[in-house]
């Protein structure tokens, strides 16, 4: 059974990034060096607009019963 798609609790601005590795079960280093090169490649904007909503709808883990 996979887990929940929860924000992390180690996190630099929302915990997006480091929720979206361990749902995935990858490095959070390589999800952040990923979505910040997706970000530039796609001109910056639709990648933040997407943290952004991101941010908003994943649960926080604090908060996420399991």
Not at 21 to 38: E, F, K, N, P, S
């Amino acid at each position: 059974m996979k887990s929940r798609l929860t924000r992390s609790r180690d996190k630099v601005i929302a915990g997006v990034c480091g929720g979206i590795a361990q749902w995935l079960g990858w490095d959070i280093a390589l999800v952040r060096i990923l979505y910040l090169v997706v970000s530039i490649l796609s001109a910056g904007f639709p990648g933040t607009l997407v943290y952004i909503i991101l941010w908003i709808v994943m649960p926080d883990d604090q908060n996420f019963s399991y």
